[in-house]
């Protein structure tokens, strides 16, 4: 069962049932901090993905380490990690 799932489960046992959230938390395995958690959007992750993409065209011999480096240079915030 998903993360997303499980809080999707859990939600609906405290609405339906009227159970408490550490109780539903509990029954589904989830921590509390799992379910009070919200993603933060990535910012400009739209542009970076097209940039990469056009490296990726222009220099085909190019790996994800040195698009990476090239990013860097640009003045992108990434690592290897992110671009692989």
């Not at 159970?19 to 739209?46: G, H, L, N, W």
Request: hydrophobic share 30%; with cysteine.
């Amino acid at each position: 069962m998903t993360v997303s799932a499980r809080r999707t489960a859990v939600k609906y046992t405290e609405e339906s049932h009227g159970a408490s959230e550490r109780k539903a938390c509990t029954a589904f395995r989830i921590a509390r901090s799992v379910m009070r958690y919200t993603p933060r959007p990535k910012v400009d992750e739209q542009r970076l993905r097209e940039r990469v993409r056009n490296l990726a065209m222009e220099n085909r011999r190019y790996g994800c380490r040195r698009v990476a480096a090239v990013l860097c240079r640009e003045g992108w915030r990434v690592n290897s990690k992110r671009v692989h």
